[in-house]
């Protein structure tokens, strides 16, 4: 644990606060060193290196290249595999995965959390902006409870650490034990709590200020991390109390949203578009449209002079229903044709995925002419259309706009209501009236009828279409107990032959695989195991690893 502690020295993180603000020390000398005192005595300071604190929020993109979570699940294959490869062929381990700056990343940003609040006295108000210095406490107790939650949800139990620590003062201290899964969900949601009596509902009023933490994203984070502690991963023993708190915490969260105008907007693909959108409660920059890791570049077909980085799989394309009759393809009496594989689907596929023969920017996509994979490749001939502006032209390196990655959005609580509240207490109106709100905006047949098990597998299905590509799938499919099953099997592309009488068939693009026994955590990184190794014996690797 020493390299999260030693890592960052505070002239280090004074000097990222004074870069983002404080005009009046940029004029000292090199030679002087910015104190402190200094820095948090000023409000400007401060809400600085509050900023800073943003930062390692997730991209969609994951650390190293421009490849997605949902490349080591069951909704899309990256073409160029050595980052999601490591999942599916099981070939990663302690000293070498794709994940594993998350560990230093995040702890560092605990640790600048925990610095703020030491010295959070020293912060002065605002006399123009009363609330502005609470609400930066707020907004410090909020991502700090956001970092862990993704700690824990990665990693299981890792170590809870609330205060400064310095290192100095006490060397063989520094060497901590894993908490347990209870004791980091009760401080995340302490924390989540504490900010949320600190900060505004919304930033309406001062919309300059759209992005920082609010009540509205400290509720729909303690509604998720609820969630996540009732599910099958983190609750074995079922207790039925987390899933009551859980549907609690996610119907008042769902319930805000909607009396602060966090409405279900009309056109699922603009949520993705728009930099601004009301379906939106919290989100972050995305790269840009254009170079090595712009989404339009990655993730376009090559005939838009894209990579085809990104493919979607015949399995995702597979799960989308039929508008008409509001049942799966494999339903007799759905009304999929063979033949026509991709008419009358689920209009969400429309806006979600493009696949051969349909039109993209004013050319039909030929995965055997101009769209055929680059050599190497691992295609599926599919591609993604969320995220993606039809008005970016990569040729000419014009029509593109500011983009967010989208972290919550109202139909997430809509979700995450139904599923808490049908594990806590059966069907029920209100359970089938969030379900059927996103159906309704997505003009998808309304459900009905069932018992619990029945309702939750058409829950689960709402999520895997509503929220693809998301980032979500990879992390349910866990907290499921699923992804021995889902992840751990063949997975499929398709391949087109012939002109007018088209012939469809599915290649298999690889055998992908899924250790129950470990992989359902990620391995703690093995220079943390060396560093705390022989310290502390209560530190220990994930099982399996």
């Known amino acids: 644990m020493r390299t999260f502690l030693?890592?960052?020295?505070?002239?280090?993180?004074?000097?990222?606060?004074?870069?983002?603000?404080?005009?009046?020390?940029?004029?000292?000398?090199?030679?002087?060193?910015?104190?402190?005192?200094?820095?948090?005595?000023?409000?400007?300071?401060?809400?600085?290196?509050?900023?800073?604190?943003?930062?390692?929020?997730?991209?969609?993109?994951?650390?190293?290249?421009?490849?997605?979570?949902?490349s080591a699940t069951d909704e899309t294959n990256q073409a160029n595999d050595s980052y999601a490869g490591?999942?599916?062929?099981?070939?990663?381990?302690?000293?070498?995965?794709p994940l594993q700056s998350w560990w230093g990343d995040y702890y560092g940003k605990i640790r600048a959390c925990n610095k703020f609040l030491a010295q959070y006295s020293l912060v002065p108000e605002d006399p123009n902006y009363p609330q502005r210095r609470s609400r930066l406490k707020g907004e410090v107790l909020l991502l700090r409870a956001f970092y862990y939650f993704e700690l824990m949800r990665s990693f299981g139990g890792v170590p809870l650490l609330l205060e400064e620590k310095n290192p100095f003062d006490n060397p063989s201290g520094i060497y901590f034990k894993r908490n347990s899964i209870d004791e980091v969900t009760a401080a995340v949601i302490k924390d989540l709590q504490d900010a949320a009596a600190l900060l505004p509902v919304t930033y309406n009023e001062r919309p300059s200020n759209w992005g920082r933490a609010s009540k509205m994203i400290?509720?729909?984070?303690?509604?998720?991390?609820?969630?996540?502690?009732?599910?099958?991963?983190?609750?074995?023993?079922?207790?039925?109390?987390?899933?009551?708190?859980?549907?609690?915490a996610c119907r008042a969260a769902l319930d805000t949203a909607l009396a602060n105008g966090y409405t279900l907007y009309d056109n699922y693909g603009d949520i993705f578009t728009q930099y601004f959108n009301r379906e939106v409660i919290w989100s972050r920059g995305a790269p840009g449209a254009f170079g090595d890791g712009g989404i339009d570049r990655e993730m376009n077909p090559r005939s838009a002079n894209g990579y085809g980085?990104?493919?979607?799989?015949?399995?995702?394309?597979?799960?989308?229903?039929?508008?008409?009759?509001?049942?799966?393809?494999?339903?007799?009496?759905?009304?999929?044709?063979?033949?026509?594989?991709?008419?009358?689907?689920?209009?969400?596929f429309y806006a979600t995925i493009l696949y051969p023969g349909c039109?993209?920017?004013?050319?039909?996509?030929?995965?055997?002419?101009?769209?055929?994979?680059?050599?190497?490749?691992?295609?599926?001939?599919?591609w993604p259309r969320k995220y993606l502006l039809p008005s970016v032209d990569l040729f000419a390196g014009t029509g593109a706009s500011d983009r967010k990655w989208v972290l919550i959005r109202t139909a997430e609580l809509y979700l995450n209501y139904a599923e808490a509240q049908n594990e806590a207490a059966g069907p029920s109106g209100d359970v089938y009236n969030a379900l059927n709100a996103i159906r309704t905006r997505a003009g998808m047949p309304a459900y009905s009828g069932g018992n619990q098990a029945t309702l939750r597998a058409k829950i689960r299905h709402e999520r895997r279409i509503e929220l693809a590509l998301e980032d979500h799938r990879f992390w349910d499919v866990r907290r499921w107990k699923i992804a021995e099953v889902v992840d751990n099997k063949e997975v499929h592309g398709v391949a087109v032959s012939g002109t007018g009488n088209i012939t469809y068939t599915y290649p298999v693009i690889r055998k992908r695989v899924f250790d129950p026994a470990k992989n359902y955590w990620l391995p703690i990184p093995q220079s943390e195991i060396d560093k705390v190794s022989g310290q502390n014996p209560e530190f220990k690797q994930n099982p399996g690893w």
């Open 6 to 70: 030693h890592k960052t020295g505070i002239a280090a993180v004074l000097v990222l606060c004074v870069a983002a603000c404080g005009k009046n020390y940029l004029d000292r000398k090199p030679s002087d060193l910015i104190t402190e005192k200094e820095v948090f005595s000023n409000i400007e300071n401060a809400e600085g290196f509050v900023n800073n604190i943003y930062t390692s929020l997730p991209n969609i993109f994951k650390p190293g290249a421009a490849w997605g979570l949902s």
């Open 86 to 97: 490591s999942f599916n062929t099981g070939s990663m381990s302690p000293s070498n995965f």
């Open 218 to 248: 400290a509720m729909a984070l303690e509604g998720r991390v609820r969630l996540f502690y009732a599910s099958p991963l983190f609750n074995p023993g079922n207790t039925a109390g987390r899933w009551q708190a859980a549907a609690l």
């Open 309 to 348: 980085n990104i493919t979607p799989l015949q399995e995702l394309v597979d799960d989308y229903e039929m508008k008409a009759t509001g049942l799966p393809i494999t339903d007799p009496g759905s009304g999929y044709s063979a033949q026509r594989p991709y008419d009358g689907r689920d209009p969400r």
């Open 359 to 382: 039109s993209w920017k004013g050319k039909v996509l030929d995965p055997n002419g101009a769209d055929a994979p680059r050599s190497g490749q691992i295609a599926t001939n599919y």
